[in-house]
Structure formats: structure tokens, C-alpha cells
């Protein structure tokens, strides 16, 4: 066990730059802890990209935000917040294709009569052609495209994975990791399908696809409430207040740099901030570490919010939109989460999501644009009639919301890595802070460790973090409390 630093060994005061999961957790954590705390925040509300906000009277997460955790001490801290404050709500999450509806996890009876005899033998025929071959040998790890042809043959990759991928990535899935599918796909053995679908899979128990845990006041609340109880205890939030850099003597990170040009000293630094940024802002970086830096890539996300008069368009919290000649990804429908979030109103709002570079034509086009194109989509899939009028829409953009993980990606980061362990003082955290594809869970647990770091009680490696969820979510039972329980021990 580790034992605590005496009082003299813990820093006096630690500075946090960024208002999102990971930055708020650390400062929460530091400020239950008796550490004086500081977090400074670009945005004008906490949350990061897991906040909510007020539009024309109902409240919006920033796109889909489902929580879920088998970590207890993420679920532990996640229920601490909460107070009690949330519902399970059931899901309901299909992938839309070429006017047809997949239910997704994908369940092998509704794919079957969805894509009719004819694909489904060929997707059969696909899959064992691929079980059959011997996987290529090689010694660079495998692309996406390579990881799902080799588990569910070449058809379904097609129909199923290489549209969306490509629409969220805008690379082409040869040139895209395996990392990607490892982390969001789930496992799938055909027996197990089959099994499942003729009803022998044994006792059904709900699980993480199943139900999820959602807060009264949108996914944000937890952040709304963790930015008040920091508070609470003597820590300080600062909006709208960017931070330009950390500020170094030698190899030791000694404070902030605001952009007003103000420097505030500080004992230790957690960045959640873009690592790419934070690097180059440190000043010392050798050219092989910048380049690096250089070619690591982020995805950007236009939000098109759009209110519509009709409270019954589709049951799903969101859709994925695999068709290819539509722009937008997924949708995501406000009114199947909680009532609280609709209140009173009488309309639907939708979210629709276009995920694109910064040189792509559509980051800048103008908001009116935006809106524009995303009607017409909407009305395109039939998902929006003709008969409901779509009163007004609000764009929000998104920069850097997706580390891109093109193949190569972990040989870029690992000198950037290398460089960043030897500066003192600093602790990189987060989604864009550390260059992984975080879910909530994910930047919540990685604000806990830094803080057990700091606060003596651990020694862990955050880039260690793991980010495989797809498959644990599978064996994790849903608990009277509303949260989880890993039953991968325990007899199913
Ligand atoms: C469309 C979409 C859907 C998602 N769906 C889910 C989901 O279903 N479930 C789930 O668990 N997660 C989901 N996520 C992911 C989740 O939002 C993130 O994992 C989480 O918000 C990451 O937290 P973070 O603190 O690491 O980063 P962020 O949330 O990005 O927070 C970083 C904060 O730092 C601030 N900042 C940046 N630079 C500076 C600077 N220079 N100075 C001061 N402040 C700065 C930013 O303004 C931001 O507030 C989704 C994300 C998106 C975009």
C-alpha cells in the first residue's frame, strides 16, 4: 500500500486548466482533499464536452451522452455527485440504412429480415469464407479494416462499419487503427448470435446496453454539481479564462499563462487542455517531439440543433446514419432520454452531427448553411415529415472533439510521451489532454488517479489508462443502486 506524503511533500496550491470530466474530478477530488485548488476554464460553463445547456426551453447535451462505468470507483464518485439525482432510462439505439432500421448492439432475427435473404446468405457465406483463410501475417498492427474483415467477413464490414467509419473519421478504414475497433466494437462469436437469437443464451440480465444511468439536469448536472462542491470547499472556478501555456523553469512546470498575459505560479500543473497545444506552449519541445506533434490529428464536430413541431417523430435516444449519400452520422432525439429535460414543451429537439477537418468546406460555412443542409437530410431519411414544421435551428462547433487514431498514431505519441514524463510538475489528462478516445468514464477515472498521484495515495501511469468499454459492457449487470457490477467472476 501507499503511504500518504507528509503535509510538506504535497503541493500547496495545483492549477487545472479546463472545466471538463477529467479536470473537474482532479479538482474536486484535491479540494476534498485540503489542496487549494484553481481551475481555469476557456468556456463560459463547466461540463467540457459533456455539458449541458438551456435551448428554446428545454435542456440539450451536446449530442448523444450516456454514462456507464464498471470501475466502482468511478461509479462510487459518479453517485456521490449525482445525489441521488437520475433515472434509468432504457435504451434505444438503431442504425439507420438505406431506409431501413438495424437495432444495434445488432441482434441477428432483425438483421436477417432487414437486409433479406439475399444479403444475409452473402453475409453468411462472407463470414465463414473469412474464418476459413489464415490471418495475413504482419508485423504492423492490423487497420481497422483489416480487424473487422477478419472477425465478421468482408459483407458486413461493408454494410455496417466502413460508411459510418469513414464519416466519422474522413480517412479511409485501411488507414485507420485497430485501436479504434478494439475499443468500440463489440465481441462477437456466430454461435453466440445464433444461440441468442433461437432464445438458448440462458437468463437474460440487463446490462450496460441495455440501461443507463441518466442525471434529472442532462449529463451536465454531475459537472454542475462537482464545480459547486469544489467551490464549496475554498476551490476556485475561473470561466472564460483560456489559458495560454504552462510556464516552465528548467525541466518544471511553475504555473499558467493566461492569455490577458498574466502568470499565476503554481505547485503542480493538470492540463486537460490539447496535448498537441500544450506541448508546443512548454517551449522546450526538441523538433522531434513538434513534429510528432505536428501530425497528430484531431476530428471537429458541427452540431446542428433543430427544434420541431411534433413530439413523436422516432423511439430512439439516437440513430446512427450509415447511408452514405447522407452527410450527418447520428441523431440524437431529446425527448427519449427524461421528461425533465423536454419539461413542458411541445416540440422535439434533434442534434445532428457532421464530423469534419478544419480545411473541410463545411467547418466554414456559415450557420444559416449548416442548418439548411441538415433539413433537407432530415427530411431525406423520412424521419422528420413533411407535416411537422422545423421552426429554427442553432449550429454548434466543435474543434478537436476526436483524436484520430490513423495507423502509425502510437508511434507519433511516443515520444511526445517520453518528453512529457520528464517534465516535472505537469500531469496531462483527458480526451484531447491525452490524445485518447475518453468516454466520460473514461476522463472521470484519469481526474481520479491524478489526484491520488498528487495526493500520495497512488503512483499511476495515466497513459496507461485503459479505453476498451464495448466488451465489459457486456458482462456488466445492471445493480439495484443503478450502476454496475463487473460479473465476469460470477456465475452468469
Ligand atoms: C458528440 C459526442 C457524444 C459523446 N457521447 C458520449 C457518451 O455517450 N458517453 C460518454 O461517456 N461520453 C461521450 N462523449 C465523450 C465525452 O463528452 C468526453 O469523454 C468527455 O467530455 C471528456 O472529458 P475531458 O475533460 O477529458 O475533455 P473535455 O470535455 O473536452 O473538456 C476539456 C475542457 O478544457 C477546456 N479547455 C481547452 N483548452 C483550454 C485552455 N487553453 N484554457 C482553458 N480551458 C481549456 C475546454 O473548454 C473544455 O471545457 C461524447 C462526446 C461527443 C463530442
Redesign the pocket.
Known amino acids: 500500500m501507499n503511504r500518504s506524503p507528509s503535509p510538506s511533500h504535497l503541493p500547496r496550491n495545483v492549477g487545472i ?7 473537474l474530478t482532479a479538482a474536486y477530488q484535491l479540494a476534498k482533499a485540503g489542496i487549494a485548488v484553481e481551475v ?4 463560459g460553463s463547466v461540463g ?3 455539458r449541458s445547456m438551456d435551448l428554446w426551453g428545454q435542456r440539450v447535451d ?6 456507464f462505468s464498471q470501475d466502482s470507483r468511478v461509479n462510487r464518485l459518479w453517485l456521490e455527485v449525482a445525489q441521488g439525482r437520475y433515472r434509468m432510462v432504457d435504451r434505444l439505439t438503431r442504425i439507420y440504412y438505406r431506409r431501413r432500421f438495424f437495432d444495434y448492439p445488432l441482434k441477428p432475427a432483425n438483421a436477417l429480415i432487414n437486409m433479406g435473404f439475399g444479403n444475409a446468405a452473402a453475409c453468411l457465406a462472407s463470414y465463414f469464407k473469412q474464418q476459413l483463410s489464415s490471418p495475413p501475417k504482419s508485423d504492423e498492427s492490423p487497420s481497422f479494416e483489416d480487424w473487422v474483415v477478419e472477425r465478421f467477413g468482408r459483407k458486413l464490414f461493408e454494410m455496417f462499419f466502413q460508411s459510418y467509419s469513414e464519416k466519422l473519421w474522413g480517412i479511409p478504414c485501411q488507414e485507420l487503427d485497430a485501436d479504434f475497433a478494439a475499443q468500440r466494437i463489440k465481441k462477437f462469436t456466430l454461435g453466440e448470435a445464433i444461440k441468442k437469437a433461437l432464445g438458448l443464451g440462458g437468463k437474460h440480465h440487463k446490462t450496460l446496453v441495455d440501461r443507463f444511468a441518466y442525471p434529472l439536469g442532462g449529463t451536465g448536472m454531475i459537472y454542475e454539481n462537482m464545480a459547486r462542491e469544489t467551490e464549496r470547499r475554498g476551490g476556485k472556478i475561473h470561466l472564460k ?3 495560454a501555456g504552462v510556464v516552465m523553469e528548467a525541466r518544471k512546470a511553475v504555473g499558467l499563462k493566461l492569455t490577458d498575459g498574466s502568470v499565476r505560479p503554481f505547485d503542480h500543473v493538470i492540463s ?3 496535448l498537441t497545444l500544450l506541448v508546443r506552449s512548454l517551449g522546450q519541445a526538441p523538433p522531434p517531439v513538434l513534429d510528432a506533434v505536428a501530425r497528430l490529428r484531431f476530428r471537429n ?1 458541427i452540431l446542428v440543433f433543430l427544434e420541431v413541431a411534433d413530439q413523436q417523430l422516432f423511439p430512439d435516444q439516437w440513430l446512427y446514419i450509415h447511408s452514405p449519400e447522407l452527410q450527418f452520422g447520428r441523431v440524437t432525439n431529446f425527448r427519449n432520454w427524461t421528461p425533465e429535460l423536454t419539461g413542458r414543451s411541445e416540440c422535439t429537439i434533434l442534434c445532428l ?1 457532421y464530423w469534419c477537418y478544419e480545411q473541410d468546406a463545411i467547418w466554414s460555412e456559415s450557420p444559416d448553411q449548416q442548418i439548411e443542409r441538415a433539413k433537407a437530410e432530415i427530411r431525406a431519411t423520412g424521419l422528420v415529415p413533411e407535416r411537422s414544421a422545423i421552426r429554427q435551428g442553432f449550429v454548434l462547433r ?1 474543434p478537436r ?1 476526436y483524436p484520430v487514431y490513423a495507423r502509425g498514431y502510437k508511434t507519433l505519441l511516443k515520444p511526445v510521451i517520453e518528453f512529457l514524463r520528464q517534465v516535472e510538475g505537469l500531469t496531462a489528462i ?4 491525452s490524445f485518447k478516445y ?4 473514461h ?1 472521470i477515472l484519469m481526474g481520479i488517479l491524478a489526484a491520488e498521484n498528487l495526493l500520495g495515495q497512488g503512483s499511476h501511469d495515466l497513459w496507461a489508462v485503459n479505453t476498451d468499454y464495448e466488451s465489459y459492457q457486456e458482462s456488466s449487470h445492471i445493480e439495484a443502486t443503478g450502476l454496475v457490477s463487473d460479473t465476469s467472476n460470477r456465475e452468469a
Do not use: K, W
Not at 17 to 23: F, L, V
Open positions: 486548466i479546463g472545466a471538463g470530466p477529467a479536470g481555469f476554464e476557456a468556456d467540457g464536452l459533456a451536446l449530442g448523444p451522452h450516456r454514462f479564462c483560456p489559458v486537460s487542455m490539447p464536430t452531427e466543435l472533439c483527458g480526451r484531447y489532454g475518453n468516454n466520460q468514464d476522463s
